[in-house]
């Protein structure tokens, strides 16, 4: 059955165009039940992922996941942010390295964005995390992401991290 557009009230194309923009906004968002533990896990884990797609590169963290603030209200929300890092890798082929991790990167859902000059780096937003960047410049590979926002208190967290 087609709907005549004249005949629809207004308040109800309003509406569909506001649940539609909450939709799309509530799809990019970490999922409702989502804990800093599994925010930290899958932003810990995505990166170590995407560092093994590329074989023969030994990986090291730099630290552990760091946690922190996010959004307007300290206490409220927190999100996870993780680096991993491998000696210079002057021998590889860095375009080639950068294409597989954008095609990894595009495989989870993400938007990928690959800078050549002046060396290789992939920036990917989206899918599991919120954001992360792999570059080869000047040969030393890294990978580095930042979780999606969770409730939590990152003060809190330390302490728990901490002991």
Not at 40 to 62: F, K, M, N
Not at 83 to 109: I, S, V
Not at 131 to 149: K, Q, V, W
């Amino acid at each position: 059955m087609a709907v005549d557009a004249d005949r629809v009230p207004r308040w109800m194309t309003s509406a569909a165009a506001v649940l539609g923009l909450t939709l799309l906004l509530a799809s990019c968002a970490a999922p409702a039940d989502e804990s800093p533990v599994s925010a930290r896990e899958r932003l810990t884990s995505t990166i170590e992922e995407s560092a093994a797609i590329l074989g023969q590169v030994e990986w090291a963290e730099v630290g552990p996941a760091d946690v922190g603030n996010c959004g307007d209200q300290p206490g409220e929300r927190v999100n996870y942010n993780y680096w991993y890092n491998a000696d210079p890798q002057p021998e590889r082929d860095h375009a080639a390295d950068a294409r597989k991790m954008a095609e990894h990167w595009t495989a989870l859902g993400m938007d990928v964005r690959v800078v050549e000059s002046p060396s290789y780096v992939v920036y990917a937003t989206g899918g599991p995390v919120e954001g992360l960047s792999f570059s080869t410049a000047p040969g030393n590979y890294y990978i580095t992401g930042t979780s999606r926002c969770v409730p939590g208190d990152a003060d809190d967290l330390r302490k728990q991290d901490n002991g």
